[in-house]
C-alpha cells in the first residue's frame, strides 16, 4: 500500500470515536486485551475510522485483514495493524540489550537497588480473568517517569556498532519497518498508567521521540491523554507553518509523523503473554547484528535454551521465570524457607548449571539444547560449544548478584568429556560444602571448581580479563597510596594457586559467603583462614600476593558419571526437576493434531500476506512503467507452484477424515 506524504499532522481522534473503536475491538474475536489499554493505543490512532472497523449485522468489528495471528513458543498472539501517530509507545525498559543495567527480582539482595525491575505479571479483569495485557507494581508516577527516562538513555549508551545515524535516516526516509508494541500498566498509589512498549523497534522509537521533540513519560503520565495530544499536535502544525524549506526541522519530522505499528491485542495464554512478546526481541540479541555486550547476548542466549525447556514442559513457568531473573529465589518450591543470600543465589546458579549441562539418560533435555544452542546434531560437543553454554550459563548466574562480571570467568570449568556426559552434582549447597571443605577433596573441589570463579568475580579479586601490558596497573591494594602492578593471570591459573593453599582459601570462601549475607565486601585472610583482625578488605592485589601466580596446583577432573549409571543421575537431578513422565499416545496425537491446526493457521496469515505482496508489486511496478509486471514464464511458474502445493495441503488434510464404512 502506497502512503501518500503528509502536508501536516491530522486530528487526534475524539473521546467518542476512541469509544466507537474500543467497542468494535472488544466485540471481535480473539480480542481480549483490556478496555483501558485499547482506549490508550487508539488515542493515537491517526487514519480514518471506517478503515478500522467493517459493520457486520451483529454490529461493528475490526476489519479481519488488520489482524494477523502469531504462533510463538506454543503460544498464540493476535496483532492488530494499525497507523498511529510518531510520538505513540514508550522505550521497553526489559529490553534485552539492557538487561545487565538493571537489578533484578532473582538477586536477593535486591531489595535496597536503586533501579531494579519489579516482578512483571498479567493484567487480570475485573472478572479476575487474565487479558492481553502486562502488569508492573512502581511505587509512585514520578518513578515510572524515572524508569522509561532510564530505559531510553540505556538505548542510546546500547546502541551496538550501528553503520548509521538510525535518527538522520528516520528523518529522511521515515520508519519503513512497524514496531511491535504491547499494553502494559504502571500500577503506583497516584493512579495506573497505560502504555504500549515497544518490545521490538525500541531504538526506533526512542529516535521518534527525539525527532518530535515528545516527552514519552509526560505524555504516558498525561491526565487527559486526548486533550494533551491535541494541544501536541497544534504544536507540531504551527511549527510547520514557520517551516521555510524542506530542510527544516519541523518538516522532515513530517516522515515519521504517522507510522506503522503492530499492537499484541490478544493472546491465547495470557499467563504467558511476556515471555510470548519477549521471544522477537531475545531473538534479536541472540543473533545480534549491532555489537551488543557479551553478558547480555549471552543472557539471551541462554534464556533461549530455558524457553525451549518450558514449552516441551520440563520445567514450569515458576522455575522458568527464577532462572530466568525474572521471579524472586524464594518462589523455587526447593528454596529452605530460611534460606539466606549465598544459600540462594546458590540453588538458583547449580540449577542452571544443571539445565545447561545435562546428564546422560536426559534425552529430552539434552535434545533440546543442542537445537537451542543451534550445535550441530550430527557432531559431539567440542569445546567450543562447551565453552559457549558456559558462557550462557555464567550470564545468567550474574543476574542474582549486583554486577554482571564477565561471562568468561567459567571458561573451562566442565571438561568437554563431562560436558558429554553432564555435569553430576553432590546435590549439597554451598554452606554444606563450605562446612567440609577443610577435610572432605570432593567438597573442596566443587567449591573451587563450580563456585569460586563466580564470588571471586563478583568481588572483583579475579577477572578472566588477561588485559594488556598498559593495562595491568588499574587497580590499588588496600591502604595503598597509589596503584600497584597488576597480575596477569586467568581465572584457572587463580583456581590453581587457591589450591595449593587450601586453609587459606576454604577461609576465603567462607569469609565471601558471609559477606554476600551481610551486603559488605569480604575481609582478607591468612594463611590458616582467619578473617584479618584489622578488618582490612580483600581486593586484587592482596589476591594476587596471597595466592600468587605460577605456584598452584592443577585442580582434579570432576568424578566422571559414566552412561551406565543412570541412577546418579537421578539421585542428583530428582531434587531439583520434578520432570514430567513420558507423554502418552493420547497426548502425542493431541499435540500433533494442535501442530496441525497451528501449521494451517500460519498458512492461511502466509497467503494474505502473499496477496497483499503481490498487489503491493504490482502497484510499484504499474509506477515504475513495467509491463508486465511478470514475464509470462515467471508468472507461470508461480501458478504452477501455488497449484502444486494447494493439491499438496488437499492431500494432507484428506487424512483428517474419518475412514469410510468397510476400508478396514
Not at 549465598?342 to 539444547?369: H, S, V, Y
Not at 596497573?473 to 597488576?486: I, V, Y
Not at 558419571?561 to 493431541?590: G, H, N
Request: net charge negative; hydrophobic share 40%; glycine share 8%.
Amino acid at each position: 500500500m502506497t502512503i501518500e506524504p503528509l502536508a501536516g499532522y491530522p486530528d487526534p481522534y475524539t473521546v467518542d470515536a476512541i469509544d466507537r473503536l474500543v467497542e468494535a475491538a472488544l466485540a471481535t474475536d480473539g480480542i481480549n486485551a483490556p478496555r483501558e489499554a485499547l482506549a490508550a493505543a487508539f488515542a493515537f490512532a491517526a487514519e480514518p475510522i471506517d478503515s478500522i472497523i467493517i459493520n457486520e449485522l451483529c454490529g461493528e468489528r475490526i476489519q479481519p485483514s488488520r489482524l494477523r495471528t502469531v504462533h510463538v513458543g506454543g503460544e498464540a498472539t493476535l496483532e492488530l495493524s494499525l497507523r498511529l501517530f510518531g510520538c505513540a509507545g514508550s522505550t521497553w525498559e526489559r529490553n534485552e540489550r539492557n538487561d545487565s543495567y538493571w537489578s533484578s527480582p532473582a538477586d536477593p539482595a535486591s531489595a535496597t537497588a536503586k533501579w531494579m525491575l519489579p516482578p512483571i505479571e498479567v493484567w487480570r479483569g475485573p472478572d479476575g480473568e487474565p487479558t492481553a495485557a502486562l502488569s508492573v507494581t512502581i511505587p509512585s508516577a514520578d518513578h515510572v517517569v524515572e524508569v522509561i527516562d532510564r530505559a531510553s538513555e540505556l538505548l542510546a549508551e546500547g546502541d551496538g556498532r550501528r553503520g548509521y545515524d538510525l535518527t538522520n535516516d528516520l528523518l529522511l526516509n521515515g520508519q519503513e519497518d512497524p514496531c511491535l508494541m504491547v499494553a502494559q500498566v504502571y500500577r503506583t498509589p497516584d493512579g495506573d498508567f497505560w502504555a504500549w512498549p515497544t518490545v521490538k523497534g525500541n531504538n526506533r522509537t526512542r529516535s521518534r521521540h527525539q525527532i518530535l521533540k515528545t516527552d514519552q513519560a509526560a505524555l504516558l503520565t498525561a491526565p487527559d491523554i486526548t486533550t494533551a495530544l491535541q494541544l501536541w499536535t497544534a504544536e507540531r502544525n504551527a511549527e510547520l507553518e514557520d517551516a521555510d524549506s524542506d530542510e527544516h526541522p519541523g518538516r522532515l519530522a513530517l516522515q515519521v509523523a504517522v507510522v506503522e505499528a503492530r499492537l499484541v491485542v490478544g493472546s491465547t495464554k495470557p499467563e504467558l503473554l511476556y515471555q510470548a512478546v519477549q521471544a522477537g526481541n531475545r531473538r534479536d540479541h541472540i543473533h545480534a547484528n549491532l555489537g551488543f555486550t557479551a553478558n547480555n547476548q549471552d543472557r539471551a542466549i541462554g534464556r533461549r535454551v530455558l524457553e525451549e525447556y518450558r514449552a516441551a514442559g520440563i520445567i514450569d513457568d515458576t522455575v522458568f521465570g527464577v532462572l530466568a531473573g525474572d521471579l524472586p529465589i524464594t518462589h523455587l518450591r526447593e528454596c529452605p524457607p530460611d534460606a539466606g543470600v549465598c544459600e540462594q543465589r546458590d540453588l538458583r546458579c547449580m540449577l542452571l548449571l544443571a539445565q545447561f549441562f545435562p546428564t546422560t539418560g536426559d534425552n529430552r533435555r539434552r535434545r533440546l539444547i543442542r537445537k537451542a544452542m543451534a550445535e550441530p546434531l550430527g557432531e559431539l560437543l567440542n569445546s567450543q560449544h562447551t565453552t559457549e553454554r558456559l558462557r550462557a550459563y555464567s550470564a545468567l548466574c550474574s543476574v542474582s548478584w549486583p554486577e554482571a562480571w564477565n561471562p568468561r570467568v567459567d571458561d573451562k570449568t566442565v571438561p568437554v568429556a563431562h560436558a558429554r556426559a553432564g555435569v553430576a552434582l553432590s546435590g549439597r549447597s554451598a554452606v554444606q560444602l563450605l562446612a567440609a571443605a577443610m577435610k572432605e577433596d570432593d567438597a573442596f573441589g566443587e567449591l573451587l571448581r563450580y563456585r569460586a570463579p563466580q564470588w571471586l568475580a563478583a568481588f572483583k579479586l579475579a577477572d578472566a580479563d588477561r588485559g594488556s601490558m598498559g593495562a595491568q596497573a588499574n587497580r590499588g591494594g588496600d591502604g595503598e597510596p597509589g596503584p600497584t602492578l597488576r597480575t596477569r593471570r586467568g581465572i584457572p591459573d587463580a583456581l590453581a594457586a587457591m589450591n595449593a593453599r587450601r586453609a587459606q582459601a576454604v577461609g576465603l570462601l567462607r569469609e565471601m559467603a558471609a559477606a554476600m549475607a551481610e551486603d559488605r565486601a569480604p575481609r582478607r585472610v591468612d594463611a590458616f583462614g582467619n578473617p584479618d583482625a584489622a578488618g582490612k578488605v580483600a581486593d586484587q592485589a592482596w589476591f594476587d600476593d596471597a595466592f600468587p601466580k605460577g605456584t598452584g596446583i592443577r585442580l582434579p577432573r570432576p568424578p566422571y558419571t559414566p552412561p551406565s549409571a543412570p541412577t546418579i543421575s537421578r539421585q542428583v537431578q530428582q531434587p531439583l526437576f520434578r520432570a514430567a513422565p513420558p507423554p502418552s499416545d493420547r497426548e502425542l496425537a493431541d499435540r500433533k493434531k494442535a501442530a496441525a491446526r497451528s501449521l494451517l493457521d500460519q498458512i492461511e496469515t502466509l497467503t494474505k500476506d502473499l496477496g497483499t505482496r503481490i498487489a503491493d508489486a504490482r502497484s510499484h511496478a504499474a509506477a515504475a512503467g513495467m509491463r508486465p509486471t511478470w514475464e509470462a514464464n515467471e508468472s507461470e511458474r508461480l501458478s504452477v507452484q501455488a497449484e502444486n502445493i494447494i493439491e499438496g495441503l488437499r492431500h494432507a488434510v484428506e487424512g483428517t477424515r474419518p475412514p469410510e464404512e468397510g476400508s478396514g
